[in-house]
């Protein structure tokens, strides 16, 4: 009997772990966006970077500045009143280039996940809240979805739910 040759990406990737996903994430450049604590000057060249449409929604006690990238990807930056970007939120096929979107937060986010490595993350989504930053990531490939946010930097009356 022939044996057939298995095509072993298809499950893999589907199996992906949200460990795997996230180590991915770290390692694999991406698109550029505005960081996490910075301003929200970037946004501009983020969007030329990018060849994305983008749209500005201005809320009671803050402005979403939203990039819709040609790969699917679309990234909503909260910038508060004072020019902060104060949280961040994700959703597409592609996760970001985490680096860049969370710009000086990066290397808590890092810390947090080789701790987390011990623990057996697997499939479910990752819950990290660490002074100072608040990040979820969740989702399998071809469908990423992830937010983070600095608790102290939210406007007065805004609630964390608010972003994504």
């Known amino acids: 009997m022939k044996e057939r040759a298995s095509r072993p990406t298809a499950g893999v990737i589907r199996r992906l772990p949200v460990f795997?996903?996230?180590?991915?994430?770290?390692a694999v450049?991406?698109?550029?966006?505005?960081?996490?604590?910075?301003?929200?000057?970037?946004?501009?060249?983020?969007?030329?970077?990018?060849?994305?449409?983008?749209?500005?929604i201005r809320k009671e006690a803050y402005t979403v500045q939203e990039l819709h990238a040609p790969t699917g990807t679309v990234v909503r930056e909260?910038?508060?009143p004072?020019?902060?970007v104060f949280g961040v939120a994700w959703e597409g096929p592609w996760p970001p280039d985490m680096h860049q979107l969370l710009g000086a937060y990066f290397d808590?986010?890092?810390?947090a996940m080789q701790?987390?490595?011990?623990?057996?993350?697997?499939?479910?989504?990752?819950?990290?809240?660490?002074?100072?930053?608040?990040?979820?990531?969740a989702g399998h490939a071809r469908s990423f979805?992830?937010?983070a946010y600095v608790p102290q930097m939210l406007p007065q009356g805004m609630s964390a739910g608010e972003i994504r």
Do not use: C, K, N, Y
Not at 123 to 131: K, Q, S, W, Y
């Open 20 to 26: 795997v996903f996230l180590l991915l994430m770290i």
């Open 29 to 56: 450049p991406g698109d550029l966006f505005a960081a996490l604590g910075g301003d929200p000057g970037s946004v501009q060249a983020d969007q030329a970077h990018l060849q994305a449409s983008a749209r500005s």
């Open 78 to 80: 909260f910038v508060s």
């Open 82 to 84: 004072g020019g902060s």
């Open 108 to 111: 808590q986010f890092a810390r």
């Open 115 to 137: 701790s987390a490595s011990g623990s057996r993350i697997g499939r479910r989504p990752v819950h990290i809240e660490l002074p100072g930053l608040v990040m979820e990531v």
């Open 145 to 147: 979805t992830g937010r």
